[in-house]
């Protein structure tokens, strides 16, 4: 493409130097098992491009030492592409997780000590969007949580996929502490929250910046988490920081809200490579 005077940018949300071993990703892309198709060779092309637009902080930082082209236009979604869900579960709200295990093993152990205790305590179930048919109950495994507790739904093409997260009442977003997981934005709260859900989100920077403009809650320590779910076990706490949230991201967070950034960051990178064929 380059040789053809096309314009070439990478648009990165992940950071793949440091994809972590229990990801499915990192066997997939070994150079040692693949190679002639490995993340090495992706990583070579950030050099190469003409500019790349991050999404995140960390990958905006990480990015300017490969090009010098980088802008940082943070993740937005369609609202049209949501359904905004109205909760009537009472007092027995369900806690959920969309997602596949198959790149999200540790994330979820990780929350067994403070998810677990809490729905048996609370006698709540709880659901898993993403489940793999062969292992249907991996989630509720990872968790120590019976089965008999656990719903789920399993993986489905993109112009369905609003409907996965409409059984869920109060949605989590746990990471693990690793740079992999601390330069990934907050679009999975975003998804709640177009969905009318509020959710609570492991304290990333990225998660503590929505947190900090009214979307959804950061937790940094497994205290922070069980104050947020007992927060939202109350359903008027609930359907006040969903409301909150799904105001805000409606009028900040869209597509539309960010088409300059994307239109100013497309543009400066295209004219620079105009500008360099002369």
């Known amino acids: 493409a380059r040789v053809f005077g096309q314009t070439v940018i990478i648009d ?3 950071h793949f130097e440091n994809l972590p071993s229990d990801n499915l990703a990192f066997r997939t892309t070994d150079p040692k098992a ?3 198709n490995n993340r090495n060779h992706f990583i ?3 050099s190469r491009a003409n500019g ?4 995140t902080d960390f990958l905006y930082e990480r990015m300017c030492k490969y090009n010098k082209n980088v802008y940082l236009v943070e993740n937005s979604l369609f609202p049209e592409h949501f359904i905004k869900r109205y909760d009537t579960a009472g007092n027995k709200p369900v806690v959920g997780w969309v997602g596949m295990m198959l790149w999200r093993v540790e994330d979820i152990k990780g929350m067994a000590g403070i998810i677990k205790p809490f729905v048996e305590q609370n006698d709540l179930m709880i659901h898993h969007s993403g489940a793999v048919n062969d292992n249907l109950t991996w989630f509720a495994d990872a968790m120590g949580i019976s089965p008999e507790r656990l719903t789920t739904l399993s993986p489905v093409r993109p112009a369905t996929y609003p409907n996965i997260l409409m059984p869920i009442d109060i949605g989590i977003v746990p990471l693990t502490n690793n740079t992999f997981n601390e330069a990934k934005s907050y679009l999975k ?3 709640f929250a177009f969905s009318n ?3 609570i989100a492991t304290s990333t920077n990225e998660y503590k910046k929505l947190a900090n403009n009214g979307v959804g809650f950061a937790a940094d320590k497994p205290k922070d988490w069980i104050k947020h779910l007992n927060h939202l076990l109350d359903p008027d706490n609930r359907k006040k920081s969903a ?3 799904y105001e805000i991201v409606s009028q900040k967070y869209t ?3 960010r088409i300059n950034e994307w239109y100013n960051a497309i543009k400066s990178i295209h004219d620079s490579n105009t500008n360099k064929r002369g």
């Open 197 to 199: 859900i509020p959710f």
């Open 44 to 46: 070579k092309t950030y």
């Open 189 to 191: 709260g975003l998804e």
């Open 255 to 257: 597509i539309y809200s």
């Open 12 to 14: 990165t949300d992940d």
């Open 243 to 245: 409301e909150k949230a």
């Open 52 to 55: 790349i637009i991050a999404s």
């Open 34 to 36: 693949n190679p002639d």
